[in-house]
């Protein structure tokens, strides 16, 4: 096949890539994030680039000007490499990433886990991996079985073990004067005998956990010998850049080398984010014995590199739900080079391993009162049910909750607005940043503060116009009207932080389709919120989330206050929950059984309930008695 | 690392090795077989090479005369490579492979099964691999689970499966319209399910097992649906050029590259056998599911690339006696790409799973009268009991039974002169040929035939040595005297089928280790022969072995003819009940684990007893009762 080298500038990043391959091929293998909201299909226009020199193929679409178009733009997804280019990408068609700081990838701590963690059942410490210090006895003329059979004799039992334990076992026993630690895994219900060390190597057990999200990656670094969290880091997911819906990224992954593009995205970024926790607590990658994953069932099958299509072909089918043990070298992923990768089992296409986690964390499958977990992410999802009945529906909600797709949006960690107030006279905003550092963009539970306290000053309308004429804090930007939340003088980015119109827009999409989404589930089970005892808001939220404010500009219902718990991550701390136990893991099962999925989707009343949600907090004013604004 | 190209004449093969590599590594690496009985110790002599031209590092030895030195001979498995070379390798060193004909290696059906057969058992049928046609209803709104899952319901069973198997399987089931079939196998355990085909292809459903030994690799293609045999291959073990014995194998192994140059030898001729019966029977690499081996511990040790040092160090222990399951690829073995492996287990360092699966075909573990199983191979294995007890030995006895290491031997294959009868007036020899085709040489039967008809007719005595004076057929040859058992007119060679005082010399060696072992073994655990009331002969002799004539050489005890039974490859018949019955597997388990092995070697009574057998039959006559010569 006939290569090309292609030249990105400023970066002066080169690539060496196949003739046909797209410009946006091209900048993800070199590295560089272009924004790409529509997946590739030449419909959002945010992937403009200029062509410098050379040849590309550049087919019509309905975005580009005549006057862009005699400058040489073209959108980096549809435009093809038909020679050596260089190609300028203009800092607007960038993915934000880079927003606050070049280390929001490769560093940003996560934040604590939030209060509501550890609502739901302990469960007993059995981790997926687990060592044994063993001093054998030496062979002698009279006790000669095989060295495998001893080691099996002292351990009590027989695992299932792989040749290359074997085949220098002989040496290693020896060597070892006969004191070895065996690393023993459960695979399916079956023990695995995974490694065999010399010495007493006990101490060092260790495992990870990853969230993998449609936007955020979150990692979590486990000493299995005690349940201990050692660290967390997030990430956002680089797949953005072929769309920010899960939609577009089935789409990309049909199209060719589209599968194993979006793969070793997700891929590199587990291993990134391993490698730096690893790095940081000075373990090396053997001392980690097991991986497990949630993530929604697209994630998981571009995790396992599964071709998703039929995900978003009716009636909607994944290939998997329950994924088999496989060692993580199968996918690439560095840990231990015998060590197992596990996946909680997810309920179906649009409900995955990371509600299931949600429930199992959260306890809703055991509680006999009614209770509501509601995930606030990109692809929002809902569960209800008690201990006797499960449901759950999805929402596609889009990333500005996770404050990706809006102006100064950032994921929730240092640096991140998280708490707004703003004085109704003075027009003064106090905020609070989360880390106590200087403020470098705002975080989802920034926005829900700000739009409520917008809403109340009467900054904005019930349609998220801005209204106010101070002239100080609101004004014309590029991309239309806009409030300055930050100055740049307090900035930490040194440039204003703003939240325009459309991000107001964005706000209220996505609150609007998480809202409806709940309110048509509990129809559909014939209920009312005033029967539901408890309800768990989960999302990527920080360290705090202001319930008033979220049912101020109508994302949560108008029932009692107390009723609520903001459980953060409660996809991860499942997913840690099932790292530690092998109960909690079988447990994830029976809820991923258990659970019915309603699809909304193709309900008429859903689209209905979504256009009536497009207000703050909602055209029908009575179901939020509570809201009064000025 | 330097490399030098060696041509080996008058082959004219060259092959490329990095420098201060022997010259009989270099051969084998070019596929060309020296001999070597010592197995690299520079003692025996047999792999005199000459070194036309180049540079060789030749050490000391105590075997080449000086006249030989000056011709520049110098002993294979010692001389290294300094620099380009050109060798000769004289038709005296090289391996007899080729005795027979060139198609002794690549062709050759085994035999027919001897009459013993199918003693033991008749087992359930339960092929270690099934295949399942599914007809699965499509998906629909109201029944969306997930491809996986709709597989697993119809099959009614939640086997583990591999990745490979899920990521395309949305497309495979889609294109398939629905109907597909299953393939499913155990182990250890637990089912998998190892591929999914489009449409029905439940007929094609085949296996292989193998017998590994030291001299001689069997292996049979059975039909898993209805457990026939479609055909047996057998070729002799190349890996001899390091050695005759499983001892100097393991030495070999000890060096460097050693151990992956044996590993890669059976490999290689397994992988021809299964090609060979492949392309016989018009079949696919894919319709073979599953693989089976039995052999001696070494040769699974070797053919797993398991170090086998501690094998010959005391306490002569093996590193496993148990074999996980593994896939077939991860040891280069080509059949179905995840098609499993499986080694029945062995008892000891020298007890192996042969002896194992002959228990099991015989049947012996299950006889309330005490039976013996006497396997006569180069590494010859006894065991001894009933349905109460079983214990073990072995024997070293050397190759010549399976027709290696004596100068006319070969193979019990097609023109192997099988049995032997000689007038003792006339000196006329009249000999039967396996297929009746014109003899090639001699087998194993046609040895013990051979001997007992010459001591009969007073052509040898007691020692074994030549007192004939028959000047026509007992001659002087180039390696001392010789008796002419068939003139070069009559053979399908060209050249006098001989048979010489140092074979005779190698067959008493053999036949009194075979012999003291069991007699040792017999008085370890106080019985003697006349309390038993079978004993099974095992062995690659062919159809046929006269009972009566082994008895007359003092390979088997002198007990009543009518308790002795001939049971041919009883190890690749246990191996192939194994392969169609899991039934069987399981049985084959518990014999291993119920064997009590017992070392001989350490034994001075065992020395003693190996001395007085040194003669035909015996030097105590009083146990030979019925055999008188004149």
Redesign the interface.
Known sequence: MEKFRVTFYPDNKAIEIEKDRTILSAAVSAGIYINSVCGGDGVCGRCRVRIRKGNAYIPADSILTPQERSENFCLACLATVQSDLEVEIPEQSRLDFTKSGEQVFTETEEVQAPPGEGLGKKFRHMPLARKVYLNLSK???ED??????RLYRHLDLEP????SN??????LL?DAEWRVTATLADR???TELMSIEAGDTTRRNYGVCFDIGTTTISGQLVDLNNSKVLGTKAAYNKQAAFGSDIISRIIHAQKQEGLPELHNIVVDAVNEIIRELVAQHHLDLNDLSVILFVGNTTMIHLL????P??IRK???????????V?RAS??GIHIKPRGLLYCLPGV??YVGADTTAGVLSTGLYRQKELGILIDIGTNGEIALGNDEFLVSAAASAGPAFEGSGVACGMRASSGAIQRVKIDPEKMNVAYETIGGAKPLGICGSGYIDALAEMLQCGIIDKSGKLKTADSRRARDGENGREFILVFKEQSGSGADIVITEADIENIKRAKAAIYSATSVLMRKVELTFKQIARIFIAGGFGTYLDIENAVKIGLLPDIERKKFSFVGNSALSGARQALVSGEALATAKDIARKMTYI?LS?EQQYMDEYMAALFFPHTDLDKFPSVRFV
């Open positions: 062979p002698d003329m000669n079985i095989s060295d495998l059979e299932y073990t792989g040749l074997i085949k220098q076992l002989g040496d020896r399916d219900g079956i396992l590199e599964i071709d299509s039929y009716e009636p909607y089918v994944p290939t998997i739900n329950f994924a088999p496989i199968e996918i179906s296409s699809e193709t």
